[in-house]
């Protein structure tokens, strides 16, 4: 299938590592010309020439989104090279808490504050950057990248699988808010997806379960006992970043407001 993006122009929020890289690949392998966005040069850069080897367009737009002086800086770049943006695949987000086991009991107010400006607050600095003149021009695709914990939070994290749900919420709202522009606004929400967090996790569940840093072997324990899913494997970034460039293309001129969870049957719920 023509996923008749060629020659669009697209910017990723946090496409310096993990998943955002993902998302890039898959669109500049569409012939999307595709901003790189995050707060390291190094590691953009590097994002940006793996790009260009492969044959596609890439350009460095650094910023911390959780800024609005870092929101604009990236904007700015991606303009100057670009001249527009007709794809925002609002990607940056984590949590400001102290790990990945925090609770409700340890996550401060501030770290909750931080947490949901990392997560909403970027989403919404590009959106009200970038939206109007996708409106102007009658064509437009926005995509949160949220996570399966907005919609099943498991006590872990309650700052982050709140500010994914604001996110989920957000998705909606603005697509309503865009209705009959030509401008379309869906999330994603990935499941376990293979990054250096997921990585830095399995070698811990290794070194306790003592197989060292054998992947497989934490990733089939994950598997039994922490996410049983419908497909039995982690997440690969292609996946996330294949399924964002379908819903960028043209081709789903009539899925808007969706919230589609890439998650290899983890969901627990139909909701
Ligand atoms: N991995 C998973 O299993 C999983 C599952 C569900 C949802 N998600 C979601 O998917 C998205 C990507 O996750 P990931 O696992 O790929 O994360 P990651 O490997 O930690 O990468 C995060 C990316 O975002 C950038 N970034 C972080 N804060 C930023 C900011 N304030 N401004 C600009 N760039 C920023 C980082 O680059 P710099 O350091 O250069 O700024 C990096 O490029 C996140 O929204 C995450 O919540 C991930």
Known sequence: MDLQLKGKRAIVTGSTAGIGVGIAQSLAREGVRVAINGRSERRGLEVVEQIRAEGGDAVLALGNVATDEGADAAVAATLAAFGGVDILVNNAGGFAGSGSMTTVFDVTPDEWMRTIDMNVGAAIRMIQRLAPAMKEAGWGRIIQITSGIAMTPSGNTPDYAGAKAALVNLNLGTAK??????????????????????RAWFKTIGAREGWGDDMAKSEAWVLENQFPQMVPRIGRVEDIGDAVAYLASPRADFIDGVHLRVDGGASQSIS
Request: a positive charge; charged letters at 5%; zero cysteines.
């Open 177 to 198: 808010s865009l209705a009959n522009t030509g401008v379309t606004v869906n999330a994603i929400s990935p499941g376990t997806i293979f990054t250096r967090s997921v």
